[in-house]
């Protein structure tokens, strides 16, 4: 299997899957981007997200129970799978690699 | 009461119309939660705003139904799925793989093989760019004792004048054979050539390609030749020989004619009914021949021109046929009977309706072959793949049940039938598919030999798209086909007993396994008999006393005046080495040289006359021949007995003659090849003696009656020495024969042949034929054998356990060998009950081509049903030994 790249805000999803531990779900996931990122984000582009990392195989999903204030539909949770986790770890090694590269001059 | 918040009706519905199904349920949960949300948090307005943008932002491709419907991305798993099963059948059972893949490799190498010759067959003269346009004019002429002559050549004029007069006719063009031309500008290498001329537009008429020259003149001028690829390369060599010059044998005011090239051809194609190496231009003849203009202007009698007419379209064949009977009949000399019909032959239909034509040249009706064999060819495609079918039928069918488990399986967990014949069908069709693409490689690394072999010039490539089309597709149908059988009979039974594994062997299934084991049989027992029958003709033909001498005897053909001259004087010079045990000269040798002199003859008991070859010989030719003298004496000077004769048994026979010595008979006209001439007063002779009756012809046609007349007679001139040998040395021999030969006439290279050669040449083709039977009856009988095989396998494997039970109650091997060898010997008894008649009808066309044939009967049928029961017991045998040897303990532990 080829080395699945990672975008921006897929990234982003994922962390977020993998902070809220085995309670992500749409919602939830949302709400929290929306409290760290401060700006408004689409549900659209969560779920996108979602099934384009699930199908990459960084997240697995089971389905949860029924609950009344969702009209009796199932919520759908989320959890970073090992592949997921080793892709994070990768993608913040990588970042941290470069950013001690930046020599220390000062930007007054 | 909690007031129920809806989101907008209309995008909801939006939304759970193109959402994927699969994802519908969990994010229409999101949507609403949130949507519930933001009504608390913001109210109903901006939350319906929300919740519409959201919706109309979730409608990408990710989160869409899939247009064709979500359900399919099973069934294409399953089509996986089949293909994956059909491999892992293959693995599992590696005998029954391997034979399969064997059988339908053999079956389809052979069909595509035999698709490829047939294809060349058909394709006959179909590159002339013309080609349905072109037809031949054929004549049928009755002759006098009411048989038809058929000659594929008509009178000089008619081609010019029917041209002239019929507005139907595009194109004419007239080719003319006459005999051979010896060639070289090196006496020591000089070798003879058959030549033909032809009207100077033969290469815009047909479209024989042309390397060097201009197609439009290269037969414009006289003493132009134009010759072959391969005849520059054997006198020129490499390099371009468009201007040289070549010695000829032919003389003008005593000096020998110089012929100028004035094109060079590229061989012709093999599939073209025209075989020509050498072409002279018409105009020669007219610098050669005082007369010939006027000839070839005049003459309605002559059958010596092959004419080609190219015909506009929309022309009315019927009509312009009748014209051209009309436009001879007009210019028939008035003192002569006309008896002839005519008719337009289609240039495409010359390759396969030539076989009645007697023409002098074998360059005009080349590598002709009848129907019947092409029909024989197709036949036997289909019969080979008719086989490799049924035995995969049987092979499959016979696995299908040990697969039971496999379809209680699938029944259980609810698929229907049609996705079990699926299966079944995959299996098959992966196997044909395998087995089609080996085959395909086969053909390739054989096709060179076959080429060889069949002097053919076969190849994949040149079958046009069609048929390959056409092979895949029957090769798929027999695929789809053969499945069927096994799939019906796998999909039978039922659940239960599917997985208790407790199958019986169906009665019926059984009964038509034997049924196509049958058929495979009957096939190969026809094949056997029918080779047997061939091969038996075929020696009959070699064996056969013809009722002379052929063997050890050379030929010598006689190319010039020297040689003709002083012909006593060359039997001397010849004979003089030790190895010459005779010598004799004669006008003509048995056994299909060129054509014979064809005189009628009549006596006083047979005014209408017969027509009899007509030889003339010296007073050696009965001796060095050993043809029986029965009566009276033989020809023994050239000038004295000149008036004499001497007739076979069968010339006495037919003129009626009782008391045949001293008698008189008359000898009107004579037949050469296609020429008939009123000798100029009737040549009337005295019979001194007869011969026994031997065959001067192929064993095709019925003996003809033979007179031997004195060889200086207006009929014919002396054209062979033949010489009768015994030598340990060959080489040497004719060494020597050249030797003399350059003593008496250095110009001429000593042109020789061996009498018994020549008649195997005669059967040439029919020996070929028998080698493809031969070779395709041992493929069919493989095929049923491998077949056979697995069958008795599968039978031994199925009853093991009796076997063993029969073992330990003290069972021989050889009792066990029989009980199992024995219901499928029965099989193959029926087989030959059901086969022999076939093969006895389809032999008995066949040797009708033959007026001598090999009687057959009950022991040829005898021993075909013999053969094959030897190679079925074999078969079998080998495989029940196995069993019935196998230790009891083994098959009776299985529990």
Same mark, same amino acid.
């Given at each position: 299997?080829?080395?699945?790249?990672?975008?921006?805000?897929?990234?982003?999803?994922?962390?977020?899957?993998?902070?809220?531990?085995?309670?992500?779900?749409?919602?939830? =996931?949302? &709400?929290?981007?929306?409290?760290?990122? $401060? +700006?408004?984000?689409? *549900?659209? @582009?969560?779920?996108?997200?979602?099934?384009?990392?699930?199908?990459?195989?960084?997240?697995?999903?089971?389905?949860?129970? =029924?609950? &009344?204030?969702?009209?009796?539909?199932? $919520? +759908?949770?989320?959890? *970073?799978? @090992?592949?997921?986790?080793?892709?994070?770890?990768?993608?913040?090694?990588?970042?941290?690699?470069?950013?001690?590269?930046?020599?220390?001059?000062?930007?007054? | 009461?909690?007031?129920?918040?809806?989101?907008?009706?209309?995008?909801?519905?939006?939304?759970?119309?193109?959402?994927?199904?699969?994802?519908?349920?969990?994010?229409?949960?999101?949507?609403?939660?949130?949507?519930?949300?933001?009504?608390?948090?913001?109210?109903?307005?901006?939350?319906?705003?929300?919740?519409?943008?959201?919706?109309?932002?979730?409608?990408?491709?990710?989160?869409?139904?899939?247009?064709?419907?979500?359900?399919?991305?099973?069934?294409?798993?399953?089509?996986?799925?089949?293909?994956?099963?059909?491999?892992?059948?293959?693995?599992?059972?590696?005998?029954?793989?391997?034979?399969?893949?064997?059988?339908?490799?053999?079956?389809?190498?052979?069909?595509?093989?035999?698709?490829?010759?047939?294809?060349?067959?058909?394709?006959?003269?179909?590159?002339?760019?013309?080609?349905?346009?072109?037809?031949?004019?054929?004549?049928?002429?009755?002759?006098?004792?009411?048989?038809?002559?058929?000659?594929?050549?008509?009178?000089?004029?008619?081609?010019?004048?029917?041209?002239?007069?019929?507005?139907?006719?595009?194109?004419?063009?007239?080719?003319?054979?006459?005999?051979?031309?010896?060639?070289?500008?090196?006496?020591?290498?000089?070798?003879?050539?058959?030549?033909?001329?032809?009207?100077?537009?033969?290469?815009?008429?047909?479209?024989?390609?042309?390397?060097?020259?201009?197609?439009?003149?290269?037969?414009?001028?006289?003493?132009?030749?134009?010759?072959?690829?391969?005849?520059?390369?054997?006198?020129?060599?490499?390099?371009?020989?468009?201007?040289?010059?070549?010695?000829?044998?032919?003389?003008?005011?005593?000096?020998?004619?110089?012929?100028?090239?004035?094109?060079?051809?590229?061989?012709?194609?093999?599939?073209?009914?025209?075989?020509?190496?050498?072409?002279?231009?018409?105009?020669?003849?007219?610098?050669?021949?005082?007369?010939?203009?006027?000839?070839?202007?005049?003459?309605?009698?002559?059958?010596?021109?092959?004419?080609?007419?190219?015909?506009?379209?929309?022309?009315?064949?019927?009509?312009?046929?009748?014209?051209?009977?009309?436009?001879?009949?007009?210019?028939?000399?008035?003192?002569?009977?006309?008896?002839?019909?005519?008719?337009?032959?289609?240039?495409?239909?010359?390759?396969?309706?030539?076989?009645?034509?007697?023409?002098?040249?074998?360059?005009?009706?080349?590598?002709?072959?009848?129907?019947?064999?092409?029909?024989?060819?197709?036949?036997?495609?289909?019969?080979?793949?008719?086989?490799?079918?049924?035995?995969?039928?049987?092979?499959?069918?016979?696995?299908?049940?040990?697969?039971?488990?496999?379809?209680?399986?699938?029944?259980?967990?609810?698929?229907?039938?049609?996705?079990?014949?699926?299966?079944?069908?995959?299996?098959?069709?992966?196997?044909?598919?395998?087995?089609?693409?080996?085959?395909?490689?086969?053909?390739?690394?054989?096709?060179?030999?076959?080429?060889?072999?069949?002097?053919?010039?076969?190849?994949?490539?040149?079958?046009?798209?069609?048929?390959?089309?056409?092979?895949?597709?029957?090769?798929?149908?027999?695929?789809?086909?053969?499945?069927?059988?096994?799939?019906?009979?796998?999909?039978?039974?039922?659940?239960?007993?599917?997985?208790?594994?407790?199958?019986?062997?169906?009665?019926?299934?059984?009964?038509?396994?034997?049924?196509?084991?049958?058929?495979?049989?009957?096939?190969?027992?026809?094949?056997?008999?029918?080779?047997?029958?061939?091969?038996?003709?075929?020696?009959?033909?070699?064996?056969?006393?013809?009722?002379?001498?052929?063997?050890?005897?050379?030929?010598?053909?006689?190319?010039?005046?020297?040689?003709?001259?002083?012909?006593?004087?060359?039997?001397?010079?010849?004979?003089?080495?030790?190895?010459?045990?005779?010598?004799?000269?004669?006008?003509?040798?048995?056994?299909?040289?060129?054509?014979?002199?064809?005189?009628?003859?009549?006596?006083?008991?047979?005014?209408?006359?017969?027509?009899?070859?007509?030889?003339?010989?010296?007073?050696?030719?009965?001796?060095?021949?050993?043809?029986?003298?029965?009566?009276?004496?033989?020809?023994?000077?050239?000038?004295?007995?000149?008036?004499?004769?001497?007739?076979?048994?069968?010339?006495?026979?037919?003129?009626?003659?009782?008391?045949?010595?001293?008698?008189?008979?008359?000898?009107?006209?004579?037949?050469?090849?296609?020429?008939?001439?009123?000798?100029?007063?009737?040549?009337?002779?005295?019979?001194?003696?007869?011969?026994?009756?031997?065959?001067?012809?192929?064993?095709?046609?019925?003996?003809?009656?033979?007179?031997?007349?004195?060889?200086?007679?207006?009929?014919?001139?002396?054209?062979?020495?033949?010489?009768?040998?015994?030598?340990?040395?060959?080489?040497?021999?004719?060494?020597?024969?050249?030797?003399?030969?350059?003593?008496?006439?250095?110009?001429?290279?000593?042109?020789?042949?061996?009498?018994?050669?020549?008649?195997?040449?005669?059967?040439?083709?029919?020996?070929?034929?028998?080698?493809?039977?031969?070779?395709?009856?041992?493929?069919?009988?493989?095929?049923?054998?491998?077949?056979?095989?697995?069958?008795?396998?599968?039978?031994?494997?199925?009853?093991?356990?009796?076997?063993?039970?029969?073992?330990?109650?003290?069972?021989?091997?050889?009792?066990?060998?029989?009980?199992?060898?024995?219901?499928?010997?029965?099989?193959?008894?029926?087989?030959?009950?059901?086969?022999?008649?076939?093969?006895?009808?389809?032999?008995?066309?066949?040797?009708?081509?033959?007026?001598?044939?090999?009687?057959?009967?009950?022991?040829?049928?005898?021993?075909?049903?013999?053969?094959?029961?030897?190679?079925?017991?074999?078969?079998?045998?080998?495989?029940?030994?196995?069993?019935?040897?196998?230790?009891?303990?083994?098959?009776?532990?299985?529990?």
């Amino acid at each position: 299997m080829t080395q699945h790249s990672l975008g921006e805000f897929e990234e982003l999803v994922l962390l977020m899957v993998a902070a809220l531990h085995d309670e992500a779900y749409g919602v939830v =996931i949302l &709400e929290g981007l929306e409290e760290k990122l $401060k +700006k408004k984000v689409n *549900i659209s @582009a969560v779920h996108v997200a979602l099934k384009r990392i699930e199908d990459k195989g960084f997240v697995k999903s089971r389905m949860g129970g =029924i609950t &009344e204030d969702r009209g009796g539909r199932r $919520k +759908k949770f989320y959890v *970073i799978t @090992a592949l997921g986790k080793r892709m994070l770890d990768a993608q913040y090694d990588l970042r941290n690699s470069i950013y001690k590269q930046i020599p220390k001059i000062s930007f007054g | 009461m909690k007031k129920i918040v809806a989101p907008p009706k209309l995008f909801h519905r939006f939304f759970r119309w193109y959402c994927h199904p699969k994802m519908l349920g969990h994010i229409e949960g999101d949507l609403l939660e949130d949507y519930r949300d933001r009504v608390h948090k913001k109210g109903k307005w901006r939350a319906d705003a929300r919740f519409v943008l959201d919706v109309l932002l979730l409608l990408r491709p990710e989160i869409i139904r899939p247009m064709e419907g979500y359900k399919n991305l099973n069934t294409y798993g399953m089509y996986k799925n089949y293909f994956k099963i059909s491999f892992r059948q293959l693995a599992k059972n590696k005998t029954f793989a391997a034979i399969n893949i064997s059988v339908l490799t053999l079956g389809f190498s052979c069909f595509i093989l035999l698709a490829l010759y047939l294809h060349d067959e058909l394709s006959f003269d179909r590159f002339h760019s013309d080609a349905e346009k072109i037809y031949r004019i054929v004549q049928h002429e009755q002759q006098e004792n009411g048989t038809i002559r058929s000659v594929s050549s008509v009178a000089p004029a008619l081609g010019k004048e029917a041209r002239e007069q019929f507005q139907e006719i595009e194109d004419m063009c007239r080719l003319s054979a006459f005999g051979r031309v010896t060639l070289g500008n090196d006496p020591l290498t000089r070798t003879h050539e058959r030549a033909l001329s032809a009207d100077p537009n033969f290469f815009t008429f047909f479209n024989f390609p042309l390397i060097e020259g201009d197609p439009k003149s290269v037969l414009q001028n006289s003493d132009a030749i134009v010759i072959s690829e391969s005849i520059k390369e054997k006198y020129f060599g490499e390099g371009p020989a468009l201007g040289k010059q070549i010695w000829s044998g032919y003389m003008r005011q005593g000096k020998p004619v110089y012929l100028t090239v004035g094109g060079v051809m590229k061989d012709f194609p093999k599939n073209s009914h025209l075989q020509i190496s050498l072409l002279f231009s018409d105009a020669t003849w007219n610098v050669q021949y005082r007369d010939y203009a006027q000839y070839v202007n005049t003459d309605w009698v002559d059958t010596e021109y092959t004419t080609y007419l190219k015909l506009k379209p929309q022309s009315d064949v019927a009509l312009l046929t009748a014209k051209i009977k009309n436009l001879v009949k007009s210019n028939y000399p008035t003192d002569r009977e006309f008896k002839s019909n005519f008719e337009l032959q289609p240039l495409q239909e010359i390759h396969t309706e030539t076989e009645q034509f007697q023409s002098a040249a074998d360059e005009f009706n080349a590598n002709n072959i009848k129907p019947f064999y092409l029909y024989t060819f197709a036949a036997l495609g289909i019969i080979l793949l008719l086989t490799a079918c049924l035995n995969y039928m049987n092979l499959a069918t016979a696995v299908a049940i040990k697969r039971t488990r496999e379809i209680g399986t699938r029944k259980t967990l609810g698929a229907p039938k049609f996705q079990m014949v699926t299966q079944f069908i995959t299996d098959s069709v992966v196997l044909s598919l395998l087995s089609f693409i080996i085959a395909i490689a086969i053909v390739y690394a054989v096709l060179p030999f076959v080429n060889v072999f069949a002097s053919k010039a076969l190849s994949i490539t040149t079958l046009p798209v069609e048929w390959m089309i056409g092979i895949l597709f029957i090769i798929f149908i027999v695929g789809i086909l053969s499945a069927q059988y096994p799939a019906f009979i796998a999909t039978r039974v039922s659940i239960v007993d599917a997985l208790k594994r407790e199958v019986k062997l169906g009665g019926s299934s059984l009964s038509v396994r034997k049924a196509l084991l049958i058929a495979q049989f009957a096939i190969s027992i026809m094949m056997v008999a029918s080779t047997l029958v061939i091969y038996q003709q075929l020696n009959y033909l070699r064996e056969k006393d013809l009722g002379f001498n052929h063997e050890n005897m050379v030929v010598i053909d006689v190319n010039s005046r020297n040689l003709r001259r002083n012909f006593e004087t060359v039997k001397t010079e010849f004979s003089k080495p030790a190895e010459v045990l005779g010598i004799t000269a004669s006008t003509r040798v048995p056994g299909e040289w060129k054509s014979f002199p064809i005189a009628t003859t009549k006596s006083s008991e047979n005014i209408n006359g017969s027509e009899m070859i007509f030889v003339g010989i010296d007073n050696d030719f009965l001796d060095t021949y050993q043809i029986k003298l029965l009566a009276g004496r033989t020809i023994n000077d050239p000038v004295a007995d000149s008036l004499k004769i001497v007739l076979t048994q069968l010339a006495v026979e037919q003129l009626g003659l009782t008391d045949p010595i001293g008698q008189t008979i008359e000898i009107p006209k004579v037949r050469y090849g296609e020429r008939m001439e009123e000798l100029e007063q009737p040549f009337r002779v005295e019979v001194i003696g007869v011969v026994e009756d031997f065959h001067f012809e192929s064993l095709r046609a019925n003996m003809m009656p033979v007179i031997f007349g004195a060889l200086n007679t207006s009929i014919q001139v002396i054209d062979y020495y033949t010489l009768k040998i015994k030598t340990n040395d060959w080489a040497q021999t004719i060494e020597t024969l050249k030797t003399i030969n350059n003593k008496i006439d250095p110009n001429t290279p000593l042109e020789y042949t061996f009498l018994d050669s020549r008649f195997e040449e005669l059967y040439v083709t029919d020996a070929r034929r028998g080698q493809i039977f031969l070779t395709l009856s041992i493929i069919v009988v493989v095929i049923a054998c491998l077949g056979l095989f697995a069958l008795v396998s599968y039978s031994v494997e199925s009853r093991m356990k009796e076997i063993g039970v029969r073992k330990v109650m003290g069972a021989s091997v050889n009792s066990i060998v029989r009980l199992i060898s024995k219901e499928f010997l029965i099989l193959v008894v029926i087989a030959g009950i059901v086969g022999l008649p076939i093969a006895w009808f389809f032999m008995r066309s066949w040797l009708q081509e033959f007026a001598y044939r090999v009687p057959f009967g009950v022991s040829v049928f005898a021993l075909a049903i013999l053969l094959t029961l030897i190679i079925a017991f074999v078969t079998i045998g080998l495989r029940a030994a196995r069993a019935a040897r196998m230790n009891p303990v083994n098959s009776l532990r299985s529990e």
